[in-house]
């Protein structure tokens, strides 16, 4: 009996590791992804075959490769279709946000939203010293393009209204950030998700969490991605953080501009 009982655990765990895809055509194809910055960078597109993975396939580039995608570890699974640099060197560090914004330059701290980028771009005085992919909001549930600031901040949060996938389990959303709540009481924010490739939320922004994904999803194993704790300590530093719900005052400006390529 308990060997069947951890016979389960482990196709329930792995199930959560690696979304279920019935053949090669369910899987979205990143290669169809448009934008802007692609132009600056010949590519091609590759299929993913069983038993490759980002660091097999890119080896010490495997992050930036990833950060040209907009995707995490977890996604890059059998089928999938990536784009990959023809010089892998074009993607080094890859930012396609502005190395200094002006409209910056005299704000402390301020975040620059790209939607039709996918990415995220913090500063300090104009100086761009952070950036991420991003996973916006989906079609049907767009994330607001506009001005903003971060208004209040939780390392731990938590969905009130969506679960894990195949669980009651409240989704995390570590490492939050909140930007806006809006006519009806819904509230925006920027935290840690899981990212497919492509805007996948229910408005909010998403950023690396490979943490949350080893806790919840058992993947990957050596979790080292983590855009949205970087991005949340930037921020709140130097408060204190004595956990839960926190209202910050005076927090930083943040812009959102573009559409997403949904």
């Known amino acids: 009996m308990a060997q069947l009982v951890l016979l389960a655990i482990g ?13 090669a055509g369910q899987v979205p194809s990143l290669c169809k992804n448009e934008y802007p910055s692609d ?17 097999s396939l890119f080896g ?11 995707i995490d570890r977890r996604h890059v699974y059998p089928w999938a279709r990536l784009k990959v640099p023809k010089r892998l060197e074009d993607v080094e560090y890859f930012s396609p946000v502005p190395d200094f914004y002006p409209e910056a330059q005299n704000e402390e701290k301020f975040i620059l939203v790209d939607l039709t980028e996918q990415f995220l771009g913090a500063y300090e005085f104009g100086r ?30 938590q969905s009130s209204l969506y679960f894990i996938e195949k669980t009651r389990i409240n989704y ?26 492509y805007p996948a939320s229910h408005g909010c922004i998403g950023l690396y969490d490979e943490p949350m994904q080893k806790e919840f999803y058992n ?44």
């Open 172 to 197: 995390p959303m570590n490492y939050a950030l909140r930007f806006l709540v809006n006519k009806k009481g819904i509230s925006f924010w920027i935290h840690g998700r899981d990212l497919p490739g």
């Open 11 to 23: 196709i329930f765990l792995t199930t959560l590791a690696f979304p279920a895809c019935a053949d």
């Open 128 to 157: 761009l010293v952070f950036s991420a992919p991003i996973a916006s909001g989906e079609e049907g549930n767009s994330t607001p393009a506009g001005e903003f600031r971060i208004t209040a901040f939780d390392r731990r949060h």
């Open 60 to 70: 010490p580039r495997w992050r930036d490769v990833l950060r040209y995608n907009r």
């Open 219 to 262: 993947h990957p194993s050596d979790p080292v991605l983590e855009d949205a704790r970087i991005l949340y300590e930037w921020v709140i530093s130097p408060l204190p953080d004595p956990g839960g719900f926190q209202i910050l005052k005076n927090g930083p400006r943040i812009k959102i501009i573009g559409h997403a390529p949904n």
């Open 39 to 55: 132009r600056n960078i010949e590519w091609e597109c590759h299929r993913v075959r069983k038993g490759e993975s980002p660091e």
